[in-house]
């Protein structure tokens, strides 16, 4: 279908209008963080004088290393584990067509339409009875079960989607089920396989409101969650609580530049499958 030359423009002008909306907030931040402590900025004014230091001093309040540590520690222990259950999941529901996979496949997708702020009272009460609250684990083991529904589904859909023959000539060389799952599909899955595990890294880095809620030290939260720690340290000082939230975003930014390409190929993926 070929497209007229003023609907090529009217995407174009919408694309620029979107980017525009998302960037100029940024760029607002950014130069709000460059004025002097104590001061309140207005729209996008560049300070006669930048404060750099502005950025040392909140990197310094922040704890900006304890924060990186747990946050990566967080990482490490939620992505790994979550991909190796939802790709187990995701093969036994799309292709061993197990007993009752249907009925797990509509639980699963039940899973999306569950919000997080709609859960989290329970899982506080939870946790405080078991008695990991107030730890990295009550971050890490709530968001590997949250992230179930969306990766079983993803997973699901890869698998469900492969020619049946592969299989069936496995089986006729000998292959058992594991080694039909371990060293056949499971290698041809290194793409959504590798799309998902990004997702959910970056996800599980600006993890919020569970952070927030669960785990009452900042330096055991991750980057975005420790944002409301800082937030009420220099709630009045809108440079240095500027300059903390690009710190904050920097990690997020620089993993998005990285692996964009995977990004792509990720929500590609997820529409073209899903």
């Known amino acids: 279908m070929r497209v007229s030359r003023s609907e090529l423009w009217t995407g174009r002008a919408f694309l620029l209008a979107l980017m525009a909306f998302t960037i100029l907030p940024f760029i607002s931040i950014f130069v709000t963080a460059l004025h002097p402590s104590g001061t309140v900025p207005s729209g996008f004014e560049w300070p006669a004088h930048p404060q750099w230091g502005n950025f040392i001093e909140a990197f310094q309040v922040a704890e900006m290393p304890k924060l990186i540590m747990s946050s990566t520690f967080i990482v490490l222990a939620v992505v790994p584990v979550a991909l190796i259950i939802s790709t187990m999941a995701g093969f036994a529901i799309g292709l061993l067509r197990i007993p009752g996979s249907a009925v797990l496949l509509f639980l699963f997708v039940f899973g999306l339409t569950l919000p997080f702020p709609g859960i989290i009272i329970p899982i506080y009460f939870l946790e405080r009875a078991i008695g990991i609250y107030n730890s990295r684990f009550a971050i890490v083991l709530p968001l590997i079960g949250l992230y179930m529904p969306f990766a079983v589904f993803w997973m699901r859909a890869h698998f469900v989607n492969m020619p049946a023959e592969i299989s069936e000539a496995a089986r006729v060389d000998g292959a058992t089920t594991w080694d039909l799952f ?5 290698q041809l ?3 959504p396989i590798a799309s998902l595990g990004i997702l959910m890294s970056v996800w599980t880095w600006n993890q919020f409101l569970i952070a927030l809620v669960l785990v009452e030290d900042p330096t055991n939260r991750t980057m975005a969650g420790a ?3 800082f937030q009420g340290h220099y709630a009045t000082d809108i440079p240095l609580l500027c300059a903390g939230t690009i710190l904050i975003l920097l990690p997020t930014l620089i ?3 990285l692996f964009q390409r995977q990004f792509i ?3 590609l ?3 073209v499958k899903g």
């Open 182 to 186: 371990w060293r056949i599909h499971v």
């Open 189 to 191: 899955a290194r793409a």
């Open 227 to 229: 944002l409301g720690a």
């Open 255 to 257: 993993i998005f530049v």
């Open 265 to 267: 190929t990720a929500l």
């Open 269 to 271: 993926q997820g529409a």
